[in-house]
């Protein structure tokens, strides 16, 4: 049987309230390890299955900030980006995670672990992202840098 591909969704609430159960079953922290990691794996994975669509970088983040809106994910924006180093911003309006959840610090655990998949494989390197701002804390928009990891 050929495997079937295509989309689901959920309402911003459920993956909210998925959140809140993996807290009680383990912790926040380790919730939050949950989610980065596991996303990833599904950045890493996109990257993969997409790279024949572009040829350059700029192209790759093009393609990742339509798709993303496209999926009603939030509106991506890359900024100061160096090419060469693999290091910038990242801007969202309106993200999925922060819609889905209100806290009292960054929480966008999933779209973080996503852009590092995707970005690691698009640089060629482990390409660690911290969400410097939060929608759901209050924050404008959430707004991610990402680099390098350092030794």
């Known amino acids: 049987m050929k495997a079937r591909e295509g989309n689901f969704t959920f309402q911003f609430e459920t993956f909210g309230q998925i959140e809140n159960a993996l807290e009680l079953i383990f912790s926040p922290s380790a919730t939050s390890a949950i989610l980065y990691t596991t996303a990833i794996k599904c950045g890493v994975h996109l990257y993969q299955k997409t790279k024949k669509e572009f040829n350059k970088k700029e192209e790759a983040l093009n393609y990742l900030s339509s798709l993303k ?27 999925f995670e922060a819609m889905a959840r209100k806290t ?25 992202v911290t969400e410097e701002k939060c929608a759901g804390k ?14």
């Open 138 to 151: 209050g924050d404008k928009h959430c707004e991610f840098i990402f680099g390098e990891q350092q030794a």
């Open 104 to 128: 009292n610090q960054p929480s966008c655990h999933f779209f973080r672990g996503f852009i590092a998949g995707f970005l690691s494989e698009l640089f060629k390197k482990t390409i660690i």
């Open 69 to 95: 809106k496209e999926e009603n994910w939030g509106k991506m924006s890359f900024q100061e980006v160096d090419l060469k180093n693999g290091s910038g911003r990242v801007i969202i309006d309106d993200s």
